[in-house]
């Protein structure tokens, strides 16, 4: 039964630059939630997929996009890199039925310079 | 006032002590609550789901104060792998997780 994956590992970027975060979720589950998680700090969501669709977002700027693909599968996209953006980035995976049990995966580490 | 608020720490405590912490809330409306637990640098992994007064899972105890507004998680008999930072969350009627900053527990011995 494999969880949730993430991809890559690691990322570093320049400012101004664009990057994509790959996310698969736990087998059988339908529902993609991102957070940003800034050192010392508790994640932050910044939006969830279902169905193919943005359903919620969180107070993040525009800059901040996402895709839902039809094996569940999703993808995170930043525009216009700021430092601030420097970040663990999370998803969560769920069932659309059980949002409130959310299962992580190992994350993605940006760092902007 | 933030959503969810955690005291910091470190609290720092040998083996095999009780520790106990909080985690206050400032929607009186929410019904789910979760302790998760977070090593250095990886993710957050879900220790306890708390939706009525509390849940017990072994050495670990979780109790909701809907009156107080905040659930506690207390740790019985401490290990050394128990050292981690606790992340307190509510789930939101947005269906998202709102965290608190966590709770860094370090377990001496």
């Known amino acids: 039964d494999a969880g949730v994956t993430q991809s890559p590992t690691h990322l570093i970027k320049t400012r101004g630059q664009q990057v994509t975060l790959r996310c698969s979720p736990k087998?059988?589950?339908?529902?993609v939630s991102w957070y940003q998680q800034a050192l010392g700090q508790g994640p932050q969501f910044i939006f969830q997929?279902?169905?193919?669709?943005?359903?919620q977002r969180g107070n993040f700027p525009d800059r901040f996009s996402g895709h839902q693909f039809p094996n569940y599968s999703s993808e995170l996209n930043v525009n216009a890199l700021l430092l601030g953006d420097s970040a663990l980035y999370l998803c969560?995976?769920?069932?659309?039925?059980?949002?409130?049990?959310?299962?992580f995966g190992p994350g993605t580490r940006l760092t902007v310079l | 006032r933030k959503e969810v608020e955690q005291d910091p720490g470190p609290f720092n405590v040998p083996e095999g002590a009780t520790v106990a912490f909080n985690c206050t809330y400032s929607?009186?409306?929410?019904?789910?609550f979760f302790w998760y637990r977070q090593d250095c640098r990886k993710e957050p992994k879900l220790l306890m789901s708390v939706y009525s007064s509390g849940n017990e899972d072994g050495r670990f105890t979780a109790q909701l104060n809907r009156a107080s507004q905040y659930i506690s998680l207390l740790i019985r008999d401490s290990k050394l792998s128990d050292s981690a930072t606790y992340l307190c969350g509510r789930y939101s009627s947005a269906s998202k997780i709102i965290f608190g900053s966590g709770t860094r527990l370090s377990i001496r011995p």
């Open positions: 969560a995976s769920s069932l659309k039925q059980a949002l409130n049990e959310q299962f």
């Open positions: 997929y279902y169905e193919e669709e943005e359903r």
């Open positions: 929607n009186s409306a929410s019904q789910s």
């Open positions: 087998s059988g589950h339908d529902t």
